[in-house]
């Protein structure tokens, strides 16, 4: 089912949670909201869902304007940041409930609830836990019965509320690959939320970047990190680095090369003169030897030795807050970095955005 | 206790202090609440058990207890209803005044129980308006059953109310929203979701709530009328009785609350020992 959102805005008295928020969601697609706490990420998929009441825009579902229905209403799959199971009820209960709340002429016999709910739990991988309860189940568990319940109702749309937040690292990647399998599978319009990039950029077909309620960027998770469009993504997306810097006619020095300031993406005079912000990743600051005396002098102040890239922590001249770099484990392993050592260090790659006068 | 005895132990107090203290609440324990209760069963069967039984089966005393419990029968259903309703728009609600009705909640716990019957001969009175009106139209509310009962509900009022509100507010209102999403009307949530996840909670405040409808003297000794036989609830029959002179009676009677009393306990740490972690105010009371 396709999403359109248009011009939502959400006030909380006097805090606009959603500033006129325009959204297009295809239909079959898995979409990540992305953004800090605050940005209004919730709010949005809650306004979707029914959960709030928008104060201004429409949402279309297919094209028909579902503002005056209830979230019962709208047949969307909900799951909660906390899971919302119902705690009294069995798994299996749990898992029928939309389907046992139906009025007497919809609700399918109870055999027929009882057999698709058993199904639900196959497909989620949970048989044969039917008459556990929520108590008794870790926190994966839970989710993937949160899951199992929302798709019961046979929902046009899911949405997940921070589907993995309160999970530990190594559950929380399976369950991510899981959920990806089986929106693959279904075929259904997915929406979730997260404020962790990496579950954004690695599961999501769409990201759609939100910052103080209003959408940064919408893009292919490729788009959004190799082509910020704001300064803003640039610094969420990935590990960046921050240089205060100064523009010439639209070029920037950034750590000893010169890089050109970002293009506009709307109308409106753009600064080509004046204070501006670089946004540098770990991985385009390169390390230099000693003898090449290219770049800028620095020093290496710690080296974290953990993975394929190494990171290294330097304090460059000219600069007062620590850069952060990643280099190859190889050039670690030649013996190269050691603490304190003194070398150069260049970057490949800059963004820079000017910053606004206003 | 042996290990402490051994060397000064630094995380706790001495052995002795620990003797003086725990010894002090056991002799306070003894003389304020163990002795009295005693008391009250001696006195009772100082005439031997037929004496006893032939006091309670007195009509008068019989009177005494089936009002009590008619009173109690229909305040504390009515503050089953109040205390949810007002439990569950305070909690899953947000509106202007949630904080004034809070406190309002609490206003029978702080005004004295004299006052709280009171406020109903004021108003039925009478030198009222209201009260000439009924009397016109022979209702009868005070010195009769509506008058005991209307004081009772009011003193008897915040227990359910707030024994739920705290667990309410703790638990949120995404079960409910889920409930909501999944199709379920407002009826269905309520009786499907919100109610069996304070259900323990409830069988406490109801359980505080009877006890103390049927222990209630202040409010109901105004509005009664202590008309012996038809008005008198056992609180108040127990000060008639005694102030006669007729002690037999006036503490099989009161054997009878004290035995009440017992088992509101008994049950009431069956239920924290039980649901202890479904009690938001478990610690409270």
């Avoid at chain 2, 009786?191 to 909670?201: F, I």
């Amino acid at each position: 089912m396709r999403i359109s959102i248009n011009h939502v805005t959400k006030e909380f008295g006097r805090f606009a949670a959603l500033d006129d928020v325009s959204l297009e969601i295809g239909s079959g697609q898995l979409v990540a909201l992305l953004g800090p706490s605050g940005s209004g990420k919730t709010t949005l998929l809650r306004s979707i869902a029914g959960l709030e009441q928008p104060s201004a825009g429409e949402i279309l579902f297919d094209g028909e304007d579902v503002s005056s229905l209830s979230v019962g209403e709208r047949r969307i799959g909900f799951a909660f940041q906390s899971y919302a199971l119902f705690r009294h009820m069995t798994v299996l209960n749990n898992v029928s409930f939309g389907l046992k709340v139906r009025p007497r002429r919809t609700r399918p016999p109870r055999a027929e609830i009882r057999k698709r709910a058993t199904e639900l739990l196959e497909l989620v991988q949970l048989g044969g836990l039917e008459n556990r309860f929520p108590s008794q189940l870790s926190g994966g568990q839970r989710q993937r019965v949160a899951l199992a319940r929302a798709l019961a109702i046979e929902p046009r749309v899911l949405l997940l509320d921070e589907p993995f937040g309160a999970l530990d690292a190594k559950v929380r990647k399976e369950l991510r690959r899981w959920l990806r399998q089986l929106h693959d599978q279904l075929g259904l319009t997915t929406v979730f939320v997260t404020h962790d990039q990496e579950e954004a950029l690695e599961l999501a077909d769409q990201v759609v970047v939100m910052s103080q309620g209003k959408i940064e960027q919408v893009g292919t998770p490729v788009e959004v990190y190799e082509d910020p469009s704001t300064a803003f993504v640039s610094e969420f997306l990935g590990a960046v680095n921050t240089f205060p810097c100064t523009l010439d006619d639209g070029i920037a020095e950034v750590l000893g090369t010169e890089f050109p300031v970002e293009p506009l993406d709307t109308e409106g005079p753009q600064h080509r003169h004046g204070p501006a912000v670089a946004y540098v990743r770990t991985h385009e600051i390169e390390l230099l030897s000693r003898e090449r005396q290219e770049g800028v002098p620095a020093i290496v102040r710690a080296i974290f030795p953990f993975g394929g890239g190494i990171r290294v922590e330097l304090a460059v001249e000219g600069y007062d807050m620590p850069v952060q770099a990643e280099v190859p484990r190889a050039f670690f392993e030649s013996g190269e970095l050691r603490i304190n050592s003194g070398l150069y260090v260049r970057a490949t790659n800059a963004r820079v955005f000017p910053i606004d006068r206003v | 206790m042996a290990e402490a005895l051994k060397g000064r132990n630094p995380v706790t107090e001495g052995p002795l202090t620990r003797a003086a203290l725990i010894g002090l609440a056991i002799v306070f324990l003894l003389l304020f609440l163990i002795v009295p209760l005693v008391l009250v069963f001696a006195e009772a069967l100082r005439n031997g058990v037929g004496a006893y039984f032939e006091a309670l089966a007195e009509p008068d005393a019989l009177s005494a207890m089936r009002l009590t419990i008619t009173v109690a029968v229909i305040a504390v259903p009515l503050n089953v209803v109040f205390g949810l309703a007002a439990s569950w728009a305070i909690a899953k609600f947000s509106f202007r005044g949630k904080n004034l009705l809070l406190s309002l909640i609490d206003l029978p716990f702080s005004v004295s129980p004299v006052i709280s019957g009171l406020v109903w001969v004021l108003l039925f009175g009478s030198h009222a308006a209201l009260g000439r009106w009924l009397a016109e139209n022979d209702i009868q509310i005070l010195f009769a059953v509506p008058g005991l009962v209307l004081a009772t509900t009011f003193v008897t009022f915040p227990f359910v109310a707030r024994e739920l509100i705290p667990l309410m507010q703790e638990q949120g209102t995404t079960d409910e929203e889920a409930a909501l999403s999944l199709g379920a009307s407002g009826w269905q949530t309520f009786w499907h979701v919100t109610l069996p996840n304070v259900r323990w909670a409830l069988a406490y405040g109801v359980l505080l709530c009877t006890a103390r409808a049927i222990g209630e003297f202040g409010a109901v000794s105004v509005v009664s009328g202590h008309i012996r036989g038809q008005t008198n609830t056992m609180p108040l029959h127990v000060e008639i009785l005694y102030n006669e002179y007729s002690f037999v009676g006036a503490f099989a009677v009161a054997s009878v609350l004290a035995l009440l009393a017992l088992v509101t306990l008994g049950v009431k740490a069956v239920l924290e020992w039980r649901y202890g972690n479904q009690l938001a105010s478990s610690h409270r009371h």
